[in-house]
C-alpha cells in the first residue's frame, strides 16, 4: 500500500511539470508568432518616416515695440513686445507606397526665437485635418501671428535687443515647432491616433 500512495505522488508531481511545460512552450510559440508577424508586416509595408520641410518663409509687419512706447494695458506689462505676421509653406511627404494617413485634428505650427528657442513669437492657424494619400507630398500654407488681440507678444529686454539686430542685419532665424496627430492606414485600417512634434 505505501507504494502505491508513492506513485500517486510522483504522477501528480509529474504531472504539475508538464502544465509548466506546456505553458512555457505556448509562451515561447506566441512570441515566435508574434516576431513573425511583425516581420512579414514590416517587409510587407516597409514603413519610411514622413518629412515635415518649410519650403517657403515670409515675414511682414515685423517691428519691435521698445519699453514704455506703449500704454500698459497688456497683461504682458511694460516691457518691449513684438508684432509680425509669418506666412510659411510647410511640405509633408508621405514616401510610403502603402500607408496612407488621416491627420484628424489638423496641423499646428509655433514660431520659436532665441537660443533654446524658448520664446514663441507667433502661433499659426491650425489647418483643418485632411487625408493624404500614399507616395504623395502635400504643401500645406500656414499664416501665423505674433500678436493677440488686443495686446502683442511681451519680449525680455534682451531677446528685444537681440531681434532688432537681427532686422537690422536683415535676417531672422527661427525654429518653426509642427505638432499634429496622425492615424496611419495600412488596407483600410487606422491606427490609433499618434501625437507628433
Not at 66 to 71: H, S
Not at 82 to 90: G, H, K, P, Q
Not at 146 to 163: G, N
Amino acid at each position: 500500500m505505501p507504494t502505491r500512495r508513492r506513485g500517486i505522488a510522483e504522477g501528480g508531481h509529474a504531472t504539475r511539470a508538464a502544465v509548466v511545460r506546456c505553458i512555457v512552450a505556448a509562451i515561447l510559440a506566441a512570441i515566435v508568432v508574434a516576431g513573425l508577424v511583425a516581420l512579414v508586416f514590416w517587409l510587407v509595408v516597409r514603413p519610411k518616416p514622413i518629412e515635415y520641410t518649410i519650403t517657403s518663409a515670409a515675414v511682414r509687419h515685423l517691428n519691435v515695440t521698445p519699453r514704455g512706447r506703449r500704454p500698459c494695458r497688456c497683461p504682458g506689462g511694460c516691457g518691449p513686445t513684438v508684432n509680425a505676421t509669418f506666412y510659411l509653406a510647410l511640405a509633408i511627404d508621405n514616401p510610403n507606397r502603402r500607408v496612407s494617413m488621416r491627420y484628424e485634428n489638423g496641423v499646428a505650427l509655433r514660431v520659436l526665437y532665441g537660443e533654446g528657442s524658448e520664446l514663441e513669437l507667433a502661433a499659426g492657424d491650425v489647418v483643418p485635418g485632411f487625408h493624404q494619400p500614399h507616395r504623395n507630398e502635400t504643401t500645406l500654407p500656414v499664416r501665423a501671428v505674433a500678436r493677440s488681440a488686443p495686446c502683442p507678444v511681451p519680449v525680455p529686454d534682451l531677446v528685444a535687443w537681440e531681434l532688432e539686430h537681427d532686422l537690422a542685419a536683415g535676417e531672422l532665424s527661427v525654429d518653426v515647432e509642427v505638432t499634429t496627430g496622425v492615424r496611419f492606414i495600412v488596407g483600410g485600417v487606422a491606427s490609433s491616433d499618434h501625437h507628433a512634434s
